[in-house]
Every structure is written in C-alpha cells, then in structure tokens.
C-alpha cells in the first residue's frame, strides 16, 4: 500500500521495505476513466497502484451522489434520461432500450423502478399512435374512419360530448373493451372539466389545456 506522510506518525514506518513510495495521481484523469465506466481494477493497474488507493482518492473527488452505484440509477445521468424518454414519451420495450442503450433487459428494467417509473404490462399499445385496425383479427372488416389522427380526434370529441362506451364504439365500429382502454389512457394523459355549454346548455367535457374561450362552448356548437 501506498505510505502516507503523516505528523502523528513518529516510528519508521516509511524505512519499512514493504512500503511504495507515495504516488501522485492526476485527478482529472482518475474523475474521467472513473465517470467512463472503467473498472477500479483497470484504474488501479493504469496508475500502478493499489485498488483501495484508489478508492481512497474517489471518496475525495467524487461526491456521494454521484458515485458509480448511485450515479448509475440517479436522474440526473444522461443514460437514464434517455432511458425514460425511450420508454415513456416513445413507448419502447425494454428489450428494444437494451439494444439501443448497450444494456442488459434486466438493468433497464432496474433502472426504471429505481427511478420511480412503473413498467408496462406485456399488452400494452401506445394508444396514440395505434389504429384498432392493427388488433383485428378478422378479414376484411370496413372501419369508418381509417386515418390515425382523424381517428383520435373523432374519439375525443365523442368522449368531451358525453356519450356513453357503448355509443362510441358503435359510431367508430370498435369492440367496448377498445374504448374502456382508451378512455382511461386519455384520463391518465390529460385532464377533464365537465361544464355546462352556454349555446345549447348541455354538459360537455373539455380538456384544461384548452384555451378558455373554446372551453365556454362544447365542440358541436363550436363546429355550428
């Protein structure tokens, strides 16, 4: 182990054969081979010496926050916040971050519950960006509305006019069970006001994130 010069020590210890001589370690360098994702025992071999020398020097440079195990599942390692946009704005599967990521499945998978994200069930679609036609097993079958984006803004004005799960999936041709899951992914996305309209006087639904005059007014009247 490296000898260490210290004013408490009054013996002659540093006479010791056993002893190294003290080495000077550049900092910058350890921080960087360290935040790289080098391993202690390659560090140690690089700067020609121990593995608890080293380990010595990291409790002084890095701060406790940021060391390697912490470091790997805290937020603010840019890894894991391409993790979290991966997997929560593009819905990408955790098999499919590993590849992309250089990780295992079951580190990413890690990492998201470490970081408070809930992971998905195996059945689980992004509904925004998936058509019902995608899911029908049945040949042939004639939707009303075969556009995406029409498709979505057409279910969300039936939903802010109130009408019942049945009701929507009879107009867009959709089985009941379709409707239910994309009612409670829009619940979970954004967030409803239910308002009496001051043309017709009906109650209507409408999404905070709309602009106030447009929310005064349900959207068949704003189309007449």
């Not at 979970?188 to 006001?193: T, V």
Request: hydrophobic share 35%; charged share 30%.
């Amino acid at each position: 182990m490296v000898w260490y010069k210290s004013t408490q020590a009054k013996d002659n210890r540093k006479f010791n054969k056993g002893r190294f001589l003290r080495k000077e370690i550049n900092l910058d360098t350890l921080k960087d081979m360290y935040y790289n994702g080098k391993p202690i025992k390659e560090i140690a071999s690089f700067f020609n010496c121990s593995i608890p020398t080293i380990k010595r020097h990291l409790k002084l440079i890095v701060p406790e926050s940021l060391r390697r195990y912490k470091f790997n599942y805290s937020e603010s390692n840019p890894i894991n916040q391409r993790i979290i946009k991966l997997y929560t704005n593009h819905h990408y599967s955790t098999n499919k971050i590993a590849g992309i990521i250089g990780l295992t499945d079951e580190t990413i998978r890690k990492r998201l519950l470490k970081l408070g994200i809930a992971l998905r069930k195996r059945n689980f679609k992004n509904l925004e960006t998936f058509h019902p036609m995608r899911l029908n097993r049945i040949k042939d079958k004639n939707y009303p509305i075969v556009d995406l984006n029409q498709f979505n803004q057409k279910f969300l004005e039936y939903y802010c006019l109130m009408h019942t799960q049945k009701n929507i999936a009879e107009l867009l041709q959709i089985d009941r069970a379709t409707v239910s899951r994309r009612i409670k992914y829009l619940r979970s996305q954004y967030y409803f006001k239910l308002r009496f309209c001051k043309r017709c006087n009906n109650l209507f639904r409408f999404r905070v994130t709309e602009h106030q005059r447009n929310a005064n007014i349900c959207s068949r009247c704003r189309l007449s």
